[in-house]
Structures are given as C-alpha cells and as structure tokens.
C-alpha cells in the first residue's frame, strides 16, 4: 500500500493549488482517504475525507467552503483543490487511506487511518 502525495509548492496569498494523491497496492473502492495537514509548530489537523466508494463527503470546519475533495477511481486518485490560499493555510499537507467500515463511514480520526503518504509541503506568501 502506498499514497504518493503531489502539487505542493508556494503560491500568493489568494491562490489556488490542487494537490494529488496518487495511491497503489490498493483499490480505491474499498477505503476512505483523508487529507490532513501540519502547520510548522502545531498538531497535525483533519482536513477532508471521502469515500472511494461512493464519494461520500467530510470536511472539518477549517475548510470554511474553501476546499474541495474529488476521486478518479480509474487512475486510483484522490484530489484537494484548494482556493482563497492565505499565510494559515501554510503547511506540509498529508493524505491516509483507512479501509472502509460501514459502520464508521467517513471521519477524520487520525488514529484510525492505517497508510499515509509522506506529505508534500505548502507555503503561502502574503
């Protein structure tokens, strides 16, 4: 199982980056990917997750209607568009799968997801 995470970089204030996350070893259908982030000093936070499944949808409040996750089930990826970049949003920015639990559904406990990527970094100007 591995989650290649893509598309980070350094922008302005007020842009945008969508970021990649590439994954193989496993089908996308049968897991929920997370996308989570690390600001420099501070604990790593939830983001967003959907279903590989059936696209079902989480975003943590952080988000504030700025960010939007989509799957391509085919190329076995999952995206985080990511708009109305500001200095906060700076970041190395991770995505984890955990097997699907239709119990669980999707969540954001960070705990529970079994692979992760190795991050790809962010950094906003102002």
């Known amino acids: 199982v591995q989650l290649v995470e893509s598309g980070g970089g350094l922008v302005h204030a007020g842009g945008s980056l969508t970021l990649s996350c590439e994954c193989s070893?496993?089908?996308?259908?049968?897991?929920?990917i997370g996308w989570f982030r690390q600001a420099p000093g501070k604990e790593r936070e939830g983001i967003s997750c959907?279903?590989?499944?059936?696209?079902?949808?989480y975003y943590a409040g952080l988000t504030k209607g700025r960010f939007n996750v989509s799957k391509d089930n085919l190329k076995n990826a999952v995206y985080l568009q990511m708009t109305n970049l500001t200095p906060d949003d700076t970041a190395v920015y991770y995505c984890?799968?955990?097997?699907?639990?239709?119990?669980?559904?999707?969540?954001?406990?960070?705990?529970?997801?079994?692979?992760w990527g190795r991050g790809t970094p962010v950094t906003i100007s102002a």
């Open positions: 984890a799968a955990d097997k699907l639990n239709d119990h669980v559904g999707v969540h954001l406990v960070q705990a529970a997801y079994q692979h």
């Open positions: 070893g496993f089908s996308l259908d049968d897991y929920v």
């Open positions: 959907i279903s590989g499944r059936d696209g079902d949808l």
